[in-house]
């Protein structure tokens, strides 16, 4: 082949890998732009209903509206309803507060509990820890729901039900199996440092608390956000333990669940709203505060277990 034959094949490679590389380049634009407009779409579909809670929130009218997404006519009184009128039916006030009462107990003995079994499982070598774990991550494959009646007979039994106590006490109690996060971070953290406070005479609970949890403070936060949100959206378990009849003693979730009874929702939808947006203001400022421990938190726990 001559010179030129050779430069006029180079050149039509050339051409050829060009135009492959445009046409490429066309396909991932064209296919980029679909996805942006599939996700619009669904994020749009995704934010009607909550936009539409927001806006019937502040109706006046307190029923469901049928025939208008935006109300005709604005006020505050929902959230007055709430705050400063109770009645026998609605007492959000002592809802929230039996909410947060729990969500918090909860959140402080379960954190307690699974850092406890984490440092164990990560940090400590003990005959039958390969078994406990194997064991523990079986039982953590079934549903809780399955164990909820026996759970609650067994409250019974010992008058534990319609108690705040017994609802702390459940949601606590098989907190330590979800540990396997927490581990995970905690098996990223060097075994030096343990080696080296052990050599400075420490005992495992001081490396517990000097070391471990100062190193820890983003699986930390990870924990008792998790915590917390468990007791506060529940709604199967609190209906199930709180079943009195008296409204004093519900949680958020079965009040706001009651208001929607068929002879009560043409004049509690708009509250009913409102209370469902008020109830998701905390944990929209506890995610904003805590947002850059918790990604890095779950992050970090679930790359080694």
């Avoid at 108690?163 to 330590?176: E, K, R």
């Amino acid at each position: 082949m001559s010179e030129k034959e050779k430069r006029s094949a180079g050149g039509l490679k050339i051409a050829f890998e060009h135009s492959s590389k445009m046409g490429m380049s066309k396909k991932r634009r064209i296919g980029g732009t679909v996805k942006t407009i599939l996700l619009l779409i669904l994020a749009v579909i995704w934010l009607i209903p909550i936009l539409w809670l927001l806006v019937t929130a502040f109706s006046a009218y307190p029923g469901m509206s049928r025939t208008r997404f935006f109300p005709e006519n604005w006020t505050l009184d929902n959230f007055a309803r709430l705050f400063f009128r109770p009645d026998s039916i609605l007492q959000y006030v002592r809802w929230f507060w039996n909410t947060l009462v729990i969500s918090i107990f909860t959140c402080i003995v379960s954190s307690i509990f699974v850092l406890m079994v984490s440092y164990a499982f990560s940090c400590m070598r003990f005959p039958g820890r390969q078994g406990m774990i194997r064991v523990s991550m079986i039982l953590g494959m079934f549903p809780g729901a399955l164990s909820m009646v026996a759970v609650y007979f067994i409250m019974k039994s010992i008058g534990l039900t319609n108690s705040h106590v017994g609802m702390v006490v459940v949601y606590s109690a098989g907190s330590g199996l979800g540990y396997l996060i927490v581990k995970g971070f905690m098996d990223t953290v060097p075994a030096s440092l343990r080696e080296a406070a052990k050599m400075e005479g420490a005992n495992e609970l001081t490396i517990f608390f000097k070391v471990m949890m100062p190193l820890c403070r983003p699986i930390i936060v990870y924990q008792v956000i998790s915590a917390f949100l468990g007791p506060w959206s529940d709604f199967m378990f609190a209906r199930l333990m709180l079943n009195s009849g008296l409204s004093k003693d519900w949680t958020v979730a079965i009040g706001l669940y009651n208001m929607l009874d068929k002879s009560l929702i043409g004049q509690n939808f708009s509250a009913f709203c409102a209370g469902g947006l008020v109830i998701s203001i905390p944990i929209a400022i506890l995610f904003v505060i805590m947002q850059k421990y918790y990604v890095e938190g779950v992050t970090s726990g679930s790359t080694k277990g």
